[in-house]
């Protein structure tokens, strides 16, 4: 979602484009336009400055177990393309061009600007980043649980964008309550057609993390090792997908 954050699929994307295709867009008035705007804003910049503790502040109370659990993109820019406004202006739907790199040989390195449809909720008189958990369902086909399976016979069409292996390297956790001397471990799976490497992307005062980098193929998970030196304050310590670019922060917790 996401949800991003990267967190939506090409279906989802295709879906909320055929929405806003469909449903004449309301004009909304300019001191909502402007709210709204302000918040997308903030969220994506958040994600800009990978300071993604901030960003949970502008997510829906009912999305943020998905948003703890879900990749954090590093975006280079960002810039809103379209907003539709639906339910009286309490809701909309927003497409944001977000350039980010993607290591990936089809790319060869070079930052693309990808449309990332997100909604959006007014509550308590303020917008709030939400996912619907339906809409993950969604496909062009309609609603399914999983993906069609393609014609006997023909060949599956080759990618255009990185969507086809975002979000398929997860952890088994985003968070960890640890003593100063005590470790814990973090294990990472990996669902994406081909190899995917994890490594740390920056190392926290007073967090030992082993081993640095971790290189595993489809459905084969890898677990680092985090152990809390005394001193130590409770951080994020972030690890990033090489081939696609994706933050995946887990914060420890120092009691």
């Keep these: 979602m996401f949800l991003m954050p990267r967190f939506l699929t090409l279906a989802a994307l295709f879906a909320a484009v055929l929405a806003a295709q469909e449903s004449k867009p309301q004009e909304p008035p300019p001191d909502v336009d402007k709210a709204l705007r302000a918040r997308i804003a903030e969220f994506y910049q958040y994600h800009v400055d990978a300071q993604y503790r901030k ?3 502008l997510v829906a109370e009912d999305t943020k177990d998905f948003f703890y659990t879900a990749n954090k993109p590093k975006y280079l820019s960002f810039v809103i393309q379209s907003i539709a406004y639906s339910d009286d202006f ?6 944001v061009l977000c350039e980010q790199y993607l290591a990936m040989p089809i790319f060869a390195g070079r930052p693309m600007k990808v449309p990332t449809p997100s909604t959006w909720k007014l509550e308590d008189g303020k917008w709030y980043w939400y ?14 649980v999983s993906a069609p399976a393609p014609a006997a016979g023909s060949l599956p069409a080759i990618p255009t964008t990185a ?13 960890l309550s640890l003593k100063p001397g005590e470790s814990g471990e973090v294990t990472f799976s990996n669902s994406a057609p081909g190899r995917m490497t994890v490594a740390l992307e920056d190392k926290v005062p007073g967090i030992e ?9 489809q459905g084969e998970k890898a677990a680092f090792k985090l152990k809390v030196l005394d001193g130590a304050k ?22």
């Design 55 to 57: 960003a949970e502040s």
């Design 90 to 95: 309490t809701k909309a739907k927003a497409v």
């Design 131 to 144: 996912v619907d958990p339906a809409s993950l369902r969604v496909t062009p086909f309609g609603t399914s």
């Design 163 to 175: 969507e086809f292996a975002l979000n398929k390297v997860k952890a088994d956790k985003s968070s």
């Design 209 to 217: 993390v082993t081993p640095g980098s971790v290189q595993m193929n």
């Design 234 to 255: 409770s951080a994020v310590v972030s690890f990033k997908v090489e081939q696609t670019a994706e933050i995946l922060p887990v914060r420890v917790e120092i009691h």
